[in-house]
T-cell receptor
Framework: LAKTTQPISMDSYEGQEVNITCSHN???????ITWYQQFPSQGPRFIIQ???TKVTNEVASLFIPADRKSSTLSLPRVSLSDTAVYYC??????????FGTGTRLKVLA | NAGVTQTPKFQVLKTGQSMTLQCAQD?????MSWYRQDPGMGLRLIHY???????DQGEVPNGYNVSRSTTEDFPLRLLSAAPSQTSVYFC??????????????FGPGTRLLVL
């Protein structure tokens, strides 16, 4: 199973762009990279998913280099409500979604 | 759609007691799973199911049993509760267990305290 490594925590100010990088050195050919967001006392919520290059939706962008050994979640112009824990997840088709410890993002006023 | 529902929201148990955490989904998802989340930690997979009648162990299965008699329901049983099982339990589901491009939907969680 591919394991993921992320920074434990990050601080940012409102209005800034935040980039969170996840490394997944053992990613397999068919693996997709998925990011989830979790607020206190809630279950994780899907943000974005990608396989290669760049994916963008109304919430975030996901950048994946050609070797796919890392990925970067980009949150444009964060607000206080983006304070949460962000998880990078690699699903390898073995039916086991294994979450890492996540990155605790704190957005400051 | 109610999505993924979990009951109860909160439960207090004494050491040695047993109980069942309920999870149901109305999205006709084949894949369902249970996670536990300890304070300040990430989620750890307990058990999962790829369809009715099929279950398997995750990272931390000891002390827990599951069964999947219907597509909708995936209960988690604590056989003999221990203080180490104090945690928040999340149930999740997704459409297909075989597609790598899948999104999991999580329930609101059950907060369990074992004294």
């Amino acid at each position: 199973l591919a394991k993921t490594t992320q920074p434990i925590s990050m601080d940012s100010y409102e209005g800034q762009e935040v980039n969170i990088t996840c490394s997944h050195n053992n990613i397999a050919t068919n693996d997709y990279i998925t990011w989830y967001q979790q607020f206190p006392s809630q279950g994780p919520r899907f943000i974005i998913q990608g396989y290669k290059t760049k994916v963008t939706n109304e919430v975030a962008s996901l950048f994946i280099p050609a070797d796919r050994k890392s990925s970067t979640l980009s949150l444009p112009r964060v607000s206080l409500s983006d304070t949460a824990v962000y998880y990078c997840l690699v699903f390898s088709g073995t039916y086991k979604y294994i979450f890492g410890t996540g990155t605790r993002l704190k957005v400051l006023a | 759609n109610a999505g993924v529902t979990q009951t109860p929201k909160f439960q207090v148990l004494k050491t040695g007691q047993s109980m069942t955490l309920q999870c149901a989904q109305d999205m006709n998802h084949e894949y369902m799973s249970w996670y536990r989340q300890d304070p300040g930690m990430g989620l750890r997979l307990i058990h999962y199911s790829v369809g009715a009648g099929i279950t398997d162990q995750g990272e931390v299965p000891n002390g827990y049993n599951v069964s999947r008699s219907t597509t909708e329901d995936f209960p988690l049983r604590l056989l003999s509760a221990a203080p180490s099982q104090t945690s928040v339990y999340f149930c999740a589901s997704s459409y297909s267990p075989t597609g790598v491009e899948e999104t999991q939907y999580f329930g609101p969680g059950t907060r369990l305290l074992v004294l």
